[in-house]
């Protein structure tokens, strides 16, 4: 092994020296003369002084040497100064053990290698450089001959290349053709400007009318059988001025002769494209009558076939469903339905049926799976009965069943209710007049006053489900000032809470409906929203309100959205059943929602309830508007 060389400024020999590591060979020097004088005759790498100004006067005779200062103790003036002048690589106590100067030397030498290795690369990449430059000189002498050379047959290609390009694009666009007709008047157009050509005709196998329609004309021809595999399709007649233009037209025979056969080739793929068309669109047709979605599926559940109201349903072009997986662009999902007895119906080779509930277009589907002949094939007819209407519309009946009992409940014993309650209310507001507030009694009285307010709201809302709305109430509203009205009245509620409530509000057509009601609507939504967010202890919450037009239906959709608990799966089917709630039953009844229920019903619209997981809950109240409202004002 090679020892690297180290010089030892103005330090003992006793401190350091070879034989403590024979991979070292140690140079020990008293002064930095003979310093300098050593650095001339021997290739030292690493250098080791106490002195700072030895380095900053070394660096400049062997700048590349690695420099190392012997230090007392840390001191950060020292080192910065070591640092800044004599570009110290790093430093080393005096009372160092040997084995962490050995390790600061080898350090030393691995990066004064380093930096020697650097020094070479870029030397070489330099001289590399040069030659690199003077071949390139020389390549670009070679490429500007051979530029020249090519620019003398320049002229010649260029007019080749033209004559071929235009021959190409005739032919493309000859064979673009996709009917008899426009056929005939591409090949006339695209002959005239290159052949010495009248008239050019296209015509079916039985030619007489042709032959007959040429004589007329007194025009001398040339006919070109059209031939595809043996077959003879038709033919096509050159008609010239005169012989002179005839012979001239044999000149040009191989070009006929090209013309000919890709006419040949582009009338059968015009009659077989015209067939496959008739095909297909007379099972698309059938295909695509069936109202409910239908698809022809492989084994691997990869769509062969899908009609229009597939289609429609996926809400992806027939087109892009082919090669598509049924589960994913059906579904929405990234592995097969549950449920699915597809392959139950590929094994058995005879119908299967299953209910298939669906995510993607919140509905349920009576799913049949029947496997198609030849078994081999292994492709199975899936065909979707949407049964979400049934379901509705059963939901629906349910809840107006519901609806009416509570009316016939509240009428018979709201009314008995009302009339000792009002004497109730009256008593305790008559003792609140004539009894001091400082009485110890007066408090007591106050709370049999709000609950008998309390007691009469609920016999109110009670009262609402036997009565009719008055017809004089209804008029035509803005939706927005509806929406405001119900936030004012909630403003005492969140006045000392912590509660951000985000506008997103659209211009749309007014509404025709009872003012009051929409605002009670408005104002239970909004406290139920409130009780999902703070009744958990929650320090700060969040309502999002949104106004839309959906112009399909016609309808105003306003969605309530909140960041509270969220409404349990078991729960969504109840919240707008009378008295359910999942609160305090003394303080919350549960007759809020059940009121804008029918509500919002006696107004033609409906309202949705939808739960975001731990993320809260949204309510999307749907509204009619009347094509005779008065437009909304233009706001510049």
Not at 19 to 25: E, I, L, T, V
Not at 207 to 219: N, P, S
Not at 268 to 290: C, G, L, M, N, P
Request: hydrophobic share 40%.
């Amino acid at each position: 092994m090679e020892r690297q060389s180290v010089l030892f400024i103005g330090l003992h020999k006793e401190w350091f020296s070879s034989a403590q590591s024979p991979y070292f060979q140690v140079y020990h020097v008293s002064s930095l003369k003979k310093a300098s004088h050593l650095l001339k005759t021997k290739p030292i790498k690493v250098i080791l002084s106490p002195q700072v100004r030895d380095f900053e006067y070394l660096k400049k005779i062997v700048p590349e040497a690695v420099r190392i200062l012997l230090i007392d103790k840390l001191d950060a003036q020292v080192t910065q100064d070591a640092i800044n002048q004599g570009e110290v690589f790093r430093f080393i106590l005096k009372s160092s053990p040997s084995k962490e100067i050995r390790e600061a030397l080898i350090q030393g030498v691995h990066h004064f290698d380093l930096v020697s290795k650097h020094e070479h690369l870029t030397l070489n990449l330099k001289t590399q450089n040069k030659k690199l430059e003077k071949l390139i000189q020389k390549l670009e002498t070679q490429v500007s001959e051979r530029t020249q050379k090519l620019q003398s047959v320049e002229a010649v290609l260029h007019k080749t290349k033209r004559y071929l390009e235009q021959l190409n694009h005739l032919m493309a666009w000859i064979n673009a053709s996709s009917s008899k007709e426009e056929l005939a008047v591409r090949i006339e157009k695209a002959l005239k400007g290159i052949l010495p050509v009248e008239r050019v005709l296209l015509s079916d196998v039985l030619a007489e009318d042709t032959v007959r329609k040429i004589k007329e004309m007194g025009l001398p021809s040339i006919v070109m059988p059209l031939i595809y595999q043996k077959k003879c399709l038709g033919h096509l007649y050159f008609l010239c001025e005169n012989e002179e233009k005839i012979i001239e037209l044999y000149d040009r025979i191989d070009l006929i002769k090209q013309v000919s056969d890709t006419v040949a080739l582009t009338l059968e793929k015009i009659h077989i494209f015209t067939v496959s068309i008739a095909r297909k669109e007379e099972w698309q047709k059938t295909f695509d009558a069936i109202l409910d979605p239908v698809s022809l599926v492989d084994k691997n559940y990869t769509i062969i076939r899908a009609n229009l109201a597939y289609s429609q349903v996926s809400g992806m072009k027939i087109q892009e469903l082919v090669g598509q997986s049924c589960y994913k662009v059906f579904q929405k999902r990234d592995s097969p339905c549950e449920g699915c007895l597809l392959q139950e119906a590929l094994s058995q080779k005879s119908p299967q049926a299953f209910d298939l509930k669906s995510a993607a277009q919140s509905t349920f589907y009576a799913t049949s799976s029947f496997p198609t002949k030849p078994f081999e094939e292994k492709l199975v007819v899936q065909y979707y009965r949407d049964q979400g209407e049934e379901k509705r519309l059963r939901d629906q009946l349910i809840q107006a069943e519901k609806m009416a009992e509570i009316g016939i409940l509240a009428g018979s014993v709201a009314h008995e209710i009302n009339n000792p309650l009002g004497g109730i209310l009256a008593y305790a507001q008559i003792l609140l007049s004539e009894i001091p507030s400082k009485n110890p009694i007066y408090e007591d009285i106050k709370e049999i006053e709000a609950a008998a307010l309390r007691s009469k709201q609920i016999v109110e809302n009670l009262l609402y489900f036997s009565r009719a709305s008055r017809e004089e109430d209804w008029e035509f509203l803005d939706i927005q000032k509806v929406i405001e009205k119900a936030l004012s009245l909630i403003e005492l509620n969140i006045r000392h809470k912590n509660l951000m409530i985000q506008k997103h509000f659209k211009i749309v057509p007014q509404i025709y409906g009872d003012f009051n009601q929409l605002v009670q609507v408005f104002f239970n939504v909004l406290q139920n929203a409130l009780q999902a967010i703070f009744d958990p202890l929650k320090k700060e919450g969040a309502i999002d309100l949104f106004i839309d037009f959906l112009r399909e239906t016609q309808q105003l959709c306003v969605t309530v959205q909140d960041n509270g608990m969220g409404i349990p799966e078991q729960n969504l089917s109840k919240v707008f059943n009378p008295f359910f709630t999942t609160k305090n039953k003394s303080e919350h009844p549960g007759l809020g929602l059940a009121v804008s229920y029918q509500i919002v019903k006696n107004h033609g619209g409906q309202i949705k309830a939808e739960s975001l997981g731990q993320k809260g809950a949204l309510f999307k109240i749907f509204l009619p508007v009347r094509i005779d409202a008065p437009k909304p004002p233009v706001v510049n």
